[in-house]
T-cell receptor
Framework: DAKTTQPPSMDCAEGRAANLPCNHS???????VYWYRQIHSQGPQYIIH???NNETNEMASLIITEDRKSSTLILPHATLRDTAVYYC?????????????FGPGTRLSVLP | EPEVTQTPSHQVTQMGQEVILHCVPI?????FYWYRQILGQKVEFLVS????????KSEIFDDQFSVERPDGSNFTLKIRSTKLEDSAMYFC??????????FGQGTRLTVV
């Protein structure tokens, strides 16, 4: 089972920031927080990951709380093309793909 | 940008037939995975592969399934005798040690 809890759905106005929360209260010290998204039935697309520091890349920012029990993915200026299911996953995977568990995710709808 | 390539994009097969799904991982990646997603359901782990052998497999990955890396570039998933319930999107993924995984666009398998 997934070790994360996410809201099942969220709406965001186009051009506004989308803030997607994730709870992972049982995360262990060597586990990273990964965010992926899936548009329709396409392959999951990597967005960002982090261990304990906040991270930013060209797609998004990841804010991880100091106790690492929750995180927030921020899409700074959401567009219609950001409509997708967003998955928050905690894992220390290399060999352990079985530990990379997709939950139901958050279905983000970006509205015009 | 390098990507994981899967072929075919859609495969229709008759129940009981063997099917092979093909994946070309990113060239310097060493860890390989297959996942599947039944329509409307979560992405599920099937198997991980490293150093020319299976590292882990899920309960779904029974004796009807096998994986192979026949020539150092391809990574295949074979289903020996397909069942109706094998109908799903199958995703291949690859990664280097300690990094994120990249997923292919998937093969839609339809068993009739």
């Amino acid at each position: 089972d997934a070790k994360t809890t996410q809201p099942p759905s969220m709406d965001c106005a186009e051009g506004r920031a989308a803030n997607l929360p994730c709870n992972h209260s049982t995360i262990s010290g060597n586990e990273y927080v990964y965010w992926y998204r899936q548009i329709h039935s396409q392959g999951p697309q990597y967005i960002i990951h982090g261990l304990k520091n906040n991270e930013t890349n060209e797609m998004a920012s990841l804010i991880i709380t100091e106790d690492r029990k929750s995180s927030t993915l921020i899409l700074p200026h959401a567009t219609l093309r950001d409509t997708a299911v967003y998955y928050c996953i905690v894992s220390d995977w290399d060999n352990y793909g079985q530990n990379f568990v997709f939950g139901p995710g958050t279905r983000l709808s970006v509205l015009p | 940008e390098p990507e994981v390539t899967q072929t075919p994009s859609h495969q229709v097969t008759q129940m009981g037939q063997e099917v092979i799904l093909h994946c070309v991982p990113i060239s310097n990646h060493l860890y390989f995975y297959w996942y599947r997603q039944i329509l409307g359901q979560k992405v599920e782990f099937l198997v991980s592969f490293y150093n020319n052998e299976i590292s882990e497999k899920s309960e779904i990955f029974d004796d009807q399934f096998s994986v192979e890396r026949p020539d150092g570039s391809n990574f295949t998933l074979k289903i020996r005798s397909t069942k109706l319930e094998d109908s799903a999107m199958y995703f291949c993924a690859s990664k280097r040690a300690g990094t994120e995984a990249f997923f292919g666009q998937g093969t839609r398998l339809t068993v009739v």
